[in-house]
């Protein structure tokens, strides 16, 4: 997919753009541990390309969905991700891109959490792992996704 990027701070992030599917395993919530969960994932960019919004889960399936609006302050080197999901959580993430490696993540003295996905050479697959702390210290892993461009 071809676009114009009008930000020129989410550069970096134009590669993202289209359309995903997604693979969620390994995860303790769950009903099995080997069950994998599969749902579609969408980058677009809005405002005449101002901000990336990130579309994640398929709304009234019974699969979680998320929204993550994403920018970046033109004089900083990390983006910042605000972040919604069915369940009525409202959060703030950090992001970075560097050397084929996404990562997010959010402190906080309650409930902290980081992701880290490797995009592949052709950048058609993410694979990534979310880990999760509660008290910003001792991190465990909470779940694998995979993202795949259609």
């Known amino acids: 997919m071809e ?7 989410l ?3 134009e590669m993202l753009v289209g359309s995903w599917t997604m693979e969620l ?7 099995e541990p080997t069950a994998v969960i599969r749902g579609s994932m969408s980058f ?3 405002k005449d390309g101002a901000f ?4 994640q889960g398929i709304k009234d ?15 900083a080197d990390d983006y910042s991700a605000l972040y919604f999901d069915d369940r009525g ?5 950090q992001m970075s891109l560097a050397k084929g490696v996404l990562n997010i993540w959010r402190d906080s003295p309650k409930f902290s959490q980081r992701f880290a996905g490797k995009i592949s050479k052709d950048k058609k697959t993410i694979k990534a792992q979310w880990e999760k ?5 001792r991190w465990e892993h909470d779940f694998d996704i995979m993202y795949l461009r259609k």
Do not use: C, H
Not at 25 to 31: D, E, G, H
């Open 44 to 46: 677009e960019l809005i």
């Open 89 to 93: 959580v409202s959060r703030v993430y």
């Open 25 to 31: 395993s390994n995860a303790s919530f769950l009903p």
């Open 133 to 137: 702390s509660f008290d910003g210290k």
């Open 11 to 13: 550069k970096d992030l």
């Open 3 to 9: 676009t114009t990027l009008i930000n020129p701070a």
């Open 52 to 55: 990336l919004i990130m579309r």
């Open 61 to 75: 399936s019974g699969m979680p969905w998320s929204l993550w609006l994403i920018g970046r302050d033109q004089d």
